[in-house]
């Protein structure tokens, strides 16, 4: 079985009031952009991307032609009572897939603190979500944390210099600001089959189509759709280098619902995300939260069975430790 190494790497960050850069031992790592310049359409919240592996590969894309809503790694959400905040057209029984002018909007208001410490860098930022018009929908308190995560198996898998893996650990609370209560649903819940999207969703580079999902009990492609389990992991192929490298999922047991469903999907176009109310909806009435915590793992080359299973556990550990 793998064994873990000590975890090694200075994270830092610089913030040029858009953006915050993060970087290990100066190698840029992620960026999350708080102050987008989307357009309605396209439902504006803050992303992750890119995201590049500590070897230096990057496994996101953002605006790709086909859905530019799809934004990297962000919180989106499609059917939030009557708005959307996932983006493009919106899906409901009555008229299926439309524009309907319901896309809101995530808008930072601030970073309450963005503190360094032994291994990684948290950040502590509110935002108000808004519908089309204006008006209050959520007050969302939303935390993350970049950490070097350790790890002895990269070295194998033929990546690039700097290997291992890093985690971004994610956690919101949404609180009900709009004087009546929301369901929190998907095109599922609206009955669309198997398009239970709605969570935080990592779109993959299009070098990824037709990559390998795996969870502790094997391996697979699109039948990992709707599937519950504690994590996924998803391994593609960069173009160029021919190298690989692993994004991996994780849940808090904490979560309302967990193990709740995933939205996986291989063929046609490369994506992994949490799916709270993929297949049931979830009313919140007027003051109420819901808070819902994850780690992604962000991991140079593939993964065999033992070291999936040992990087989900050390983000799983990472996770239950961040106060």
């Known amino acids: 079985m793998s064994t873990l190494a000590t975890a090694t790497g200075q994270v830092s960050h610089t913030d040029d009031g858009a953006a915050l850069a993060f970087t290990v031992d100066g190698r840029p790592i992620a960026t999350y952009t708080y102050r987008p310049t989307d357009d309605q ?37 499609p059917n939030v009572g009557k708005d959307n905040f996932w983006g493009g057209a919106t899906y409901t029984r009555a008229t299926e897939y439309a524009n309907l002018d319901n896309n809101g909007a995530m808008t930072h208001q601030d970073f309450g603190a963005i503190e360094e410490s032994a291994g990684g860098i948290t950040a502590t ?15 969302e308190d939303r935390r993350f944390r970049i950490e070097v995560l350790a790890d002895s198996g990269a070295a194998t898998e033929g990546a690039a210099t ?23 649903g998907s095109p599922t819940t609206e009955g669309r089959n198997n398009a239970g999207y709605g969570g935080l969703f990592w779109r993959g580079p299009r070098s990824f189509t037709g990559g390998e999902f795996r969870n502790a009990e094997g391996t697979g492609a699109d039948e990992f759709m709707g599937t519950r389990t504690p994590w996924i992991a998803f391994t593609g192929k960069h173009d160029d280098s021919c190298r690989e490298s692993t994004i991996a999922f994780v849940e808090d ?25 993929f297949s049931a909806e979830v009313p ?24 999936a299973e040992a990087l989900a556990g050390a983000a799983q550990a990472a996770l239950a430790g961040w106060a």
């Open 253 to 277: 047991p904490a979560n309302p619902g967990a193990p709740n469903q995933w939205f996986a999907r291989s063929s046609m176009f490369a994506c992994l995300g949490s799916a709270p109310f």
């Open 41 to 77: 359409y396209e439902s504006p919240r803050p992303f992750f991307h890119p995201l590049t592996t500590l070897g230096g590969d990057e496994v996101t894309i953002s605006r790709p032609w086909d859905h530019v809503w799809h934004k990297g790694l962000s919180w989106a959400l």
């Open 162 to 184: 700097g290997t291992g893996a890093y985690a971004i650990l994610f956690e919101t609370t949404m609180r009900n600001t709009s004087g009546a209560t929301i369901t929190f």
């Open 284 to 307: 919140l009435a007027d003051g109420g939260s819901l808070t819902y915590r994850y780690a992604v793992v962000i991991a140079d080359g593939g993964v065999d069975a033992d070291r």
């Open 125 to 139: 930022e509110s935002l108000a979500w808004s519908a089309q018009d204006g008006a209050p929908v959520i007050a």
